[in-house]
């Protein structure tokens, strides 16, 4: 059925995502290139000398850093559609390969937590909004309103300091994968990121559910189911909550695809290998093709989020399905 | 014995603007195949009442007074024990029909969890679902039972509400505001279905639309700012109108000189001394600035709450 209505409506969403990457991609060129300092002059001032203007000179004309701007960036776009991501400046070899090996790693953290916090924060949400005014309404908001008001980077170190320092449960990060690596050793080693991932992006999602479950019950299908008799449960299952859930799916899909940006603070901390760490790697060494590959993924990952909302949407809402039909 | 029969009804409701007043003292009787029409213009607490009888109210409400229904007061009644009676004995169609839809399910898929609720097998309730609908009028059930609700007419959205209060089979049936927002072929269409789903069953219809309770009921009663002012049978009612209110009801028809009464009724958060009625009435007197006025009975079943008729 989906099919059949939205051929048109799925290439539309396709070009706009399209249109949003190209435009994302340029951004992040020219603010890339308005960086003040770079990686010559960082790298030897990290050894304690200044770079002589010579050498910089050279290792900008060796990667084409000399080149004007358009030209750079003409290149930089060709580049890009052969599949060719340029090589790092750090560590010499193929951007592509780098971040591929990298994002998994991230993948592991952030598709637990996207599932995690989605359930925990629409449950969570959808119960306080139901039971409002209740006693466990009002733990649980005022609870999720302290939780979300702390820093990401807080969660991280409160989490560090008695699950693996106090307590001595769980190693302090600095997970290395290594062929044979029990996954044991995975889930150790990951559990600590994944919660705090989660903890801090349920309060989000929470906030929006409660609140959209609020604006459901005052509906007059909700009164009208309620003056046919039918039962509570039915109405929170059939009625309240299908209703409920359907303002906050967007924003879930993109608050899962922003814990990308928390990645990089909680990457860092439990020195987890993936893209968040090297995010940070290769700003602090001005890595400019690395950063920008890394970018472009972060992009694509949004752009994939809005996406699967804007295609989730019409199989749910039979009004968005009748919109598209008459598009 | 009456069907239902509401005792001093009082409907408060505590907001940031002070009390609220809803309903107010407001006694009523409905026999077995009655039809009443309550009319009133809006906030007159014409809706509060209905509700109120459904128990519906939001929970801060507080109901005092009785609503007994066959002799039992609503009031006291469990959770459990209302939800038994909700649309199985009482059945409410709501106002704004269209909005008293779930969006997101077929008009087929509630209408058959309905009849599922009033106790019918799944086959029986498939098999009973296209009748349901053809007696609200429906020339092709199958198409309407498709359907959305946002792809449903208003009239659409009214017949389906109707059918969705006849899948049990109630004895009273409590029509909010149906004739609202229709065209007047529409209106007359449901005021006809209204009259013939109606016939082995009592309605309470609630209304501002004067003519479709005249064509619909055989009492009247006519609300104002939460009380009765004007109860009698419909003919005693539109001929020989006593209170004030309810001539410049009559005298505000089209057909009538379409004068509206002037003014606008008082907050119900701060309700005048004396009649509430006063300040817009032409023929207040003296004591109506000052002394509330009783419902008094003017003989044969016709009552006026207005100090001309002491």
């Known amino acids: 059925m989906v099919l059949e209505i939205g051929n048109r409506y799925i290439l539309r969403r396709f070009f706009s995502g399209l249109l949003v990457f190209l435009l994302s991609i340029t951004l992040t060129f020219f603010l890339l290139r308005s960086l003040p300092g770079d990686y010559m002059t960082d790298l030897l001032l990290e050894i304690g000398r200044y770079a002589p203007p010579e050498l910089v000179a050279s290792f900008k004309h060796e990667v084409g850093l000399d080149l004007p701007l358009p030209e750079q960036y003409l290149l930089y776009l060709t580049g890009i559609l052969k599949g060719n991501w340029g090589h790092s400046f750090e560590y010499g070899l193929p951007v592509f390969s780098l971040i591929r090996e990298k994002l998994y790693w991230t993948l592991v953290l952030l598709l637990p937590s996207s599932l995690l916090s989605a359930g925990l924060g629409m449950g969570l949400g959808a119960y306080s909004g139901w039971k409002n005014g209740s006693k466990t309404d009002a733990f649980l908001l005022h609870s999720l309103v302290f939780v979300g008001a702390v820093p990401s980077y807080c969660w991280g170190f409160a989490g560090l300091f008695i699950f693996s320092f106090r307590l001595g449960l769980l190693p302090f990060g600095g997970y290395v994968s290594l062929p044979g690596t029990e996954p044991a050793g995975l889930f150790r080693h990951a ?93 602090e060494t001005h890595d400019l093709p690395l950063l920008q590959g890394i970018f472009l993924v972060d992009t694509l990952l949004i752009i994939i989020a809005n996406l699967t909302a804007d295609l989730l949407y019409p199989l749910i809402d039979p009004r968005i399905r009748s919109r598209i039909r008459g598009e | ?231 009698g049978d419909k003919a005693a009612v539109f001929e020989n109108p006593l209170h004030p209110y309810t001539r410049g009801l009559l005298f505000a028809l089209p057909a009538r000189g379409m004068q509206p009464i002037p003014g606008r009724s008082p907050p119900l958060t701060a309700l005048p001394d004396g009649c509430r009625f006063h300040s817009r009435c032409p023929e207040a007197i003296a004591r109506c600035r000052s002394q509330h006025p009783p419902l008094f009975d003017t003989g044969n079943g016709h009552f006026c709450r207005c100090w001309l008729y002491v």
């Not at chain 2, 309730?125 to 039972?145: C, F, H, N």
């Open chain 1, 191 to 283: 559990l600590l990121p994944v919660l705090t991932l989660t903890l801090c992006s349920v309060p989000g999602i929470y906030y929006l559910m409660r609140n959209s479950m609020l604006d459901t019950l005052g509906e007059d299908y909700i009164l009208a189911a309620r003056a046919r008799g039918f039962s509570e449960s039915r109405i929170l299952f059939q009625h309240a909550l299908p209703n409920s859930i359907l303002p906050v799916l967007t924003m879930t899909s993109l608050h899962c695809a922003h814990m990308l940006a928390g990645s990089v603070f909680i990457e860092t901390i439990f020195a987890w290998p993936g893209l968040g760490l090297l995010t940070y790697s290769a700003l």
């Open chain 2, 1 to 231: 014995m009456e069907l239902i029969e509401i005792k001093s009804l009082k409907v408060t409701f505590p907001t940031e603007a002070g009390l609220v007043r809803a309903v107010d003292c407001v006694d009523l009787q409905l026999g077995a195949r009655e039809k009443l029409g309550l009319i009133g213009e809006t906030g007159s607490g014409k809706s509060v009442l209905a509700h109120a009888t459904l128990r519906l109210l939001q929970p801060d409400a507080l109901c005092e007074g009785e609503i007994l229904y066959q002799g039992r007061n609503l009031l006291d009644c469990t959770p459990t024990e209302l939800r038994r009676l909700r649309g199985r004995e009482l059945a409410l169609i709501p106002q704004n029909p269209s909005r008293a839809l779930n969006p997101l399910q077929t008009v087929g898929k509630q209408l058959f969890e309905t009849l599922r609720q009033a106790g019918y097998s799944r086959k029986e309730a498939a098999a009973k679902l296209p009748e349901l609908l053809r007696s609200v009028g429906a020339i092709d059930p199958d198409s309407w039972a498709k359907a959305y609700p946002h792809e449903c007419s208003g009239g659409m959205c009214e017949r389906i509400v109707i059918a969705l209060s006849l899948a049990f089979s109630p004895s009273l049936l409590l029509a909010d505001e149906p004739t609202k927002g229709l065209d007047s072929l529409n209106r007359a269409r449901i005021i006809t279905l209204l009259g013939e789903v109606t016939e082995n069953r009592a309605l309470l219809f609630i209304t501002h639309d004067l003519e479709a309770a005249a064509l619909l009921c055989t009492r009247l009663a006519l609300m104002y700012a939460g009380e009765l002012v004007e109860l």
